[in-house]
């Protein structure tokens, strides 16, 4: 026996029902609408909630990539937003984190009518979407808190660090508005291991030891800082897996549940 999910595929009845609320407006820019997928577990709540950020090299991917990831998650009692966000090149750093962060306004602001907890909220994402959830994280971390922090990031194939990229170097300018000789305060800002301090959220990292795009020793290197400032930290390495399977590695999807499971359902419901 199978339940039907909102968009029609078909699970195992033993599993709870996940309902996904499609196309939620976050916010209207010039040239782009913000929209977001919604995935809430069966229950009452409130849930712990997770903003969930896709990749493509900030220039491209849809909010629909997360899809699974998303529906994982709800079945284990999380509620989750995947969301959509302007892209490069014809909208360069810091439009992306100012969208990711409209997204996460967006979720507390909605936190009743999806009735989320506002003291349980992570963040999640790969490659492209995992810089941004941990920049989210870093950033907000740094400031005075006026609204609920993000208590968890999950990062998966993450760029953490432009400061080391050849000066004259064209490849991010797509993205950063020029190379590093040209913009150097922007590639630090851009880079979450910038912002590392001891009040930065715990983050979970997870990356193919084959990734050929994005260096592993960036994210090595971000844990490693947070773990000598005491932040708890995890790092999962998808042996053998390149750039795209560290993102479908089922492993490291139940590790990193039980790391948001560690951080945030510890005396939750």
Same mark, same amino acid.
């Given at each position: 026996?199978?339940?039907?999910?909102?968009?029609?595929?078909?699970?195992?009845?033993?599993?709870?029902?996940?309902?996904?609320?499609?196309? /939620?407006? =976050?916010?209207?820019?010039?040239?782009?609408?913000?929209?977001?997928?919604?995935?809430?577990?069966?229950?009452?709540?409130?849930?712990?909630?997770?903003?969930?950020?896709?990749?493509?090299?900030?220039?491209?991917?849809?909010?629909?990539?997360?899809?699974?990831?998303?529906?994982?998650?709800?079945?284990?009692?999380?509620?989750?937003?995947? !969301?959509?966000?302007?892209?490069?090149?014809?909208?360069?750093?810091?439009? /992306?984190?100012?969208?990711?962060?409209?997204?996460?306004?967006?979720?507390?602001?909605?936190?009743? *009518?999806?009735? !989320?907890?506002?003291?349980?909220?992570?963040?999640?994402?790969?490659?492209?979407?995992?810089?941004?959830?941990?920049? !989210?994280?870093?950033?907000?971390?740094?400031?005075?808190?006026?609204?609920?922090?993000? *208590?968890?990031?999950?990062?998966?194939?993450?760029?953490?660090?432009?400061?080391?990229?050849?000066? /004259?170097?064209?490849?991010?300018?797509?993205?950063?508005?020029?190379?590093?000789?040209? *913009?150097?305060?922007?590639?630090?800002?851009?880079?979450?291991?910038?912002?590392?301090?001891?009040?930065?959220?715990?983050?979970?990292?997870?990356?193919?030891?084959?990734?050929?795009?994005?260096?592993?020793?960036?994210?090595?290197?971000?844990? /490693?800082?947070?773990?000598?400032?005491?932040?708890?930290?995890?790092?999962?390495?998808? !042996?053998?897996?390149?750039? =795209?399977?560290?993102? =479908?590695?089922?492993?490291?999807?139940?590790?990193?549940?039980?790391?948001?499971?560690?951080?945030?359902?510890?005396?939750?419901?």
């Amino acid at each position: 026996m199978f339940v039907l999910l909102a968009w029609g595929s078909l699970l195992p009845a033993e599993e709870p029902a996940v309902r996904m609320v499609p196309n /939620q407006l =976050i916010a209207e820019r010039a040239d782009k609408t913000l929209r977001a997928d919604v995935y809430l577990p069966a229950g009452e709540g409130p849930f712990p909630a997770v903003l969930m950020i896709h990749g493509g090299a900030w220039a491209g991917g849809s909010r629909s990539n997360m899809a699974a990831n998303a529906l994982f998650l709800a079945n284990n009692g999380y509620a989750v937003a995947t !969301i959509s966000y302007r892209f490069a090149p014809s909208h360069v750093f810091p439009a /992306q984190l100012e969208d990711c962060q409209a997204g996460l306004t967006w979720l507390v602001e909605n936190a009743e *009518k999806f009735h !989320i907890d506002t003291d349980r909220l992570a963040s999640w994402g790969h490659s492209a979407g995992g810089h941004l959830a941990c920049l !989210i994280a870093t950033t907000e971390s740094e400031k005075e808190p006026s609204t609920p922090q993000l *208590k968890a990031v999950v990062a998966g194939a993450a760029p953490c660090d432009f400061t080391h990229e050849p000066l /004259q170097s064209k490849r991010l300018s797509f993205f950063l508005g020029g190379s590093r000789a040209e *913009k150097p305060s922007t590639y630090v800002l851009a880079s979450p291991v910038s912002h590392v301090t001891a009040k930065c959220p715990p983050i979970f990292f997870f990356h193919g030891t084959e990734d050929n795009v994005v260096p592993i020793q960036e994210a090595e290197a971000m844990h /490693q800082k947070l773990s000598s400032l005491g932040v708890p930290t995890a790092f999962y390495k998808s !042996i053998g897996r390149g750039h =795209i399977g560290s993102l =479908i590695d089922p492993e490291a999807r139940r590790e990193a549940l039980k790391f948001l499971d560690g951080q945030l359902k510890l005396g939750g419901s």
